[in-house]
């Protein structure tokens, strides 16, 4: 290890920000694990990041690198077998791991709203979609049913939904992938939150679809002034949206930074590899380079490095202690050889 | 992206496509309309009776003046409209025991000279009484048991499916013969048996619905806007829960009026003179060999109305799941 670093394992944070104004929400040493048949997996172990106001954390990193969890942490949206273990969850001056359930839920949807990855399977497919806004217009207003009503066509003529009036009766199966995820994002909205959180919302999407709600996303927080937590296996898609940008892998946070940090100076080997992942014009799918080797599902805390066995640039050393995440280059990495 | 259809009208479209399902519906609108206006088919007293320049509605009203008197009599003047079963499904026509179907008596008659007709479409109110009654109990018994046990989970569920396990457990069939002689057999007794014993089958569905629906985005979409849980079982859950159930039901109406038959069959359901299926095809035994008509019209009725019910059990299914969201559509 190198010795002229201070090891921090508790905030995740560069120092320049934590002295400027105050993030919206904070997220500090959260753990959480799941509970199968005899073992343990340990999905998040210790994962901080701040979210400041206004702006658009970018969180990158492979299927099953436990950004979902995290996510549905915030809003303790975890089900059985699944168990927050540890951490604090800090909005507004308060921890949302030891709030009271029903404070929670008055939280839900008013304050921090989250939109799905698959649109297809996020409404429910028995009502129409004009009944599923105007339920959470009510849900959340207790407004009645003509006032909400007027306020859910207004919200889906501002996420893009031509003809507003008659998509209102529409049944979810007689919208395409992109209309329902404008759909979630007029219902998630409705409230008007203070944090949306998006998890992967346009991975089920068309490049030309994912574009166009990137932009919808990316306009409607300007205009709202909101906090954005956009979840992603794509690094591509925070290049433009993100202000901040947390790289994830097995359950810790591996790099984090602002855009243009991370952008001109990766240092961890897996943010590298995640860079040389994305798509470039002219290159098929087929000859897309991936890191080689899979996300490890750990049901033991992990003796070093979690990247070691799939590394480019491992050493032994690598696999002696836990790496901490230090400020490196000014922005923190989890890496003794970066 | 063409239309306007909610879920349920699409699942109805594509039930109609199949022609087995449409038949079954068929036949069980029939047995339905049968039912419903079996006083009206099957009646001693005519519809219209017209005397002395006066016109009377005997089906219709009770006139002091034709108390026990019999319409059909040549003694009666005047002119009568008849229902097409000029009987009702408990008077004895002495003159014709165990006669084969003719003019008169368009099924045959039994051995105490009951109408067979009369007595087959009362029978048609039993089956179907019993079988929607009973269904309707053990149906929302079933969701409310598997709802608890499939949206909770953890040991509400545990403690839930070994008491399933354990009702299931029992030979049905058998459980419900031992409580009829017990609580003594009739129409009621046999609903509400087969009410309380039945509704394992549906729990074990809607349990299994729940835990698979519970964990879909749009539960977790609900839960993420603050909705409550009693909110997210009786807008989301539920209904999407309900289409098995409904296919479920059609085919537990078809066992259960299987059942029913096989317990006046045996002496145990409906008791005389209210005539059902099941005691019809009983009585027959002793005439067998000659009486054909007795066997074979409760016999191919009973046979009919389970396998119409089948059809549009099947019929359900089909429709449900092609279109189903879980699939890619
Ligand atoms: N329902 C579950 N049961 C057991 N383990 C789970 C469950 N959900 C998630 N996990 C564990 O958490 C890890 C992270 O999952 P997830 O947050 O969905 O990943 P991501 O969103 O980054 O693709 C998974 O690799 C898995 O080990
Ligand atoms: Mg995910």
Sequence with gaps: ?338 | MSGRQGYWQSVWREFKKNRLARAGLWVVLFLFLIAFMAPLIANNRPYIYVTDEKVFFPLFFEYPEFKDIDFRSERVPGFKLFPPVPYSYSEYDLDSIVSPPSLRHLMGTDEQGRDLAARMIYGARVSILVGFIAVFMYVLIGIIIGALAGYYGGWIDMLISRFIEIVICFPTFFLILTILALVGPSLTSVMVVIGLTGWTGIARIVRGEFFKIREMEFVQASRALGARDSHIIIRHVLPNALAPVLVSATFGIASTILIESSLSFLGFGVQPPTPSWGDILSQSRDFMDFAWWLTLIPGFAIFITITAYNLVGEGFQDAINPRSFRGNT
Excluded: W
């Design chain 1, 1 to 338: 290890m190198s010795g002229n670093h201070t090891p921090s394992t508790q905030a995740a944070v560069p120092p320049e920000r934590g002295k400027a104004e105050s993030p919206i929400l904070s997220v500090r040493n959260l753990r959480i694990e799941f509970e199968s048949t005899g073992a343990t997996v340990f999905a998040v172990r210790g994962v901080s990041f701040d979210l400041r106001k206004g702006k658009t954390l970018g969180m990158v990193g492979e299927s099953g690198c436990g950004k979902s969890v995290t996510a549905y942490s915030v809003l303790r949206l975890i089900q059985p077998p699944g168990k927050i273990t540890g951490g604090e969850i800090n909005y507004r001056g308060a921890d949302i791991l030891r709030m009271n359930p029903e404070d929670v839920r008055a939280i839900r949807g008013r304050e921090i709203a989250m939109i799905f990855q698959e649109p297809m399977i996020s409404l429910n497919p028995v009502f129409t979609i004009g009944f599923q806004i105007s339920e959470a217009v009510m849900l959340r207003h207790g407004k009645d049913k003509k006032e909400s009503r007027g306020i859910a066509v207004e919200m889906l003529t501002r996420v893009g939904i031509p003809d507003a009036e008659k998509r209102y009766r529409s049944y979810p199966h007689e919208l395409s992938g992109g209309m329902r995820q404008r759909v979630m994002i007029a219902i998630a909205l409705a409230a008007s939150p203070s944090i949306l959180i998006a998890d992967e919302p346009t991975t089920a999407l068309d490049v030309t679809i994912q574009a166009q709600i990137l932009d919808l996303l990316m306009n409607i927080q300007r205009e709202r002034d909101m906090s954005m937590l956009l979840i992603t296996h794509d690094l591509g898609i925070v290049a433009n949206t993100a202000d901040d940008i947390a790289i994830m892998y097995a359950g810790e946070i591996v790099e984090s930074g602002t855009v243009s940090q991370i952008f001109n100076a990766p240092m961890h080997p897996y943010t590298i590899g995640l860079f040389e992942a994305i798509p470039r014009i002219g290159e098929s799918a087929r000859r897309l380079r991936t890191i080689p080797g899979m996300v490890p599902s750990l049901t033991s805390e992990p003796q070093g490095c979690v990247f070691y066995p799939r590394c480019f640039r491992r050493a032994d050393e690598c696999r002696e202690n836990p790496i901490p995440l230090v400020e490196k280059n000014s922005h923190l990495v989890r890496c003794v050889r970066a």
